[in-house]
């Protein structure tokens, strides 16, 4: 990929957002962590499988692309290459003009956070001011533990996300940055350059731990990041809102993600053999399609709607099959009513 791809045709909806409902659409993109990359695609044809559904995104009406941050496979048995998020955020940044990037979420066990600072300010640069920065705590510690990263603890990793907020945005405002923490101490840092969003890119921070998670949450971050059916995001956002008040905070000054699997078919049979296909842990029926979006189209989107009633204002929808159907383009048409 040698030079910039022509640009996109402008979506109807540059924003990705509904004019009805305030609703941001994000799509991930084939990255490899779940498989999404066609078995057999050649090394080299990687990372133009994963821009081509992110430009595909930018002109279906998304607001956001996103990527996850992972190390190898989801499945034991998987040998798919994984891309690296950061390296996968620079070409994205790259190839698109105007959909917003990010890593939802970063994996702070996997990084050092002074280093990881100023990589994400020159992502910030790179894209044009387009970078969404969402940490988290980290889901598969032994992941990280046979790539021989140390992991601490839970509750440690919760905190450090914390602690991670306050550094950036120390490094990303001081000319000079000497920051002393519990997990980081930093004297005389020179971080270039500045992120062009100022005063910082928007921070989100993922999980629904309700004790430590979401009070780093209204502590720290401009956005949470959760999952599951309407009923666990509820109550999610119920103890979000308890924490927000112990603090003096409107939870409206919180944005709210949720994270969703989205399975989109002609017809419900069709969606159910979908459902049969990706669920390769053999979880029940009932359960594996209460925490996703499945059925057609407008299903889907009528789904969203128990979502869109707690406060939720933007979806990250993961496609499985986004690389080889036009799944993202047709839930995008129903939800927002963009052209496809």
Not at 82 to 95: E, G, K, Q
Not at 307 to 316: K, W
Request: include cysteine.
């Amino acid at each position: 990929m040698g030079s910039r791809p022509e640009s996109a045709p402008a979506p109807r909806r540059s924003s990705g957002t509904s004019p009805v409902t305030g609703l941001r659409l994000g799509c991930f993109v084939p990255q490899g962590w779940r498989s999404e990359i066609p078995s057999g695609t050649p090394a080299a044809a990687l990372f133009e499988t994963m821009v081509e559904v992110a430009l595909r995104a930018e002109r279906s009406g998304y607001g956001a692309v996103w990527v996850y941050d992972h190390l190898q496979g989801v499945f034991p048995d998987d040998r798919s290459p994984v891309l690296d998020p950061l390296i996968s955020l620079a070409t994205l940044a790259w190839a698109t003009t105007k959909v917003r990037l990010g890593a939802m979420c970063l994996a702070m066990p996997l990084h050092q956070p002074t280093q990881l600072a100023h990589q994400l300010a020159c992502l910030d640069v790179l894209s044009g001011g387009r970078l969404e920065v969402a940490l988290g705590a980290g889901s598969d510690p032994a992941e990280a533990l046979a790539f021989g990263l140390p992991v601490p603890r839970l509750r440690e990793r919760i905190h450090a996300c914390g602690e991670a907020v306050e550094l950036f945005r120390a490094c990303w405002g001081h000319e000079v940055t000497h920051f002393e923490g519990r997990y980081a101490v930093v004297e005389d840092a020179r971080v270039y350059p500045k992120p062009i969003q100022r005063p910082s890119p928007p921070i989100w921070i993922a999980g629904g731990g309700e004790r430590l998670t979401l009070w780093q949450v209204a502590r720290h971050a401009d956005g949470c990041s959760l999952f599951g059916p309407p009923q666990r995001v509820a109550r999610k956002l119920d103890v979000l809102a308890e924490h927000c008040r112990a603090l003096g905070r409107r939870l409206s000054s919180i944005r709210v993600a949720v994270v969703l699997d989205c399975l989109v078919a002609d017809t419900e049979a069709g969606a159910d053999l979908l459902a049969q296909r990706h669920n390769r842990h053999g979880e029940d029926a009932q359960s594996y399609r209460a925490r996703r979006l499945v059925g057609t189209p407008t299903a889907c989107a009528q789904q969203l709607q128990a979502y869109l009633d707690l406060g939720v204002s933007e979806v990250c929808c993961h496609f499985p099959d986004a690389a080889t159907t036009d799944s993202p383009e047709r839930l995008a048409s129903a939800v927002l009513g963009s052209a496809t």
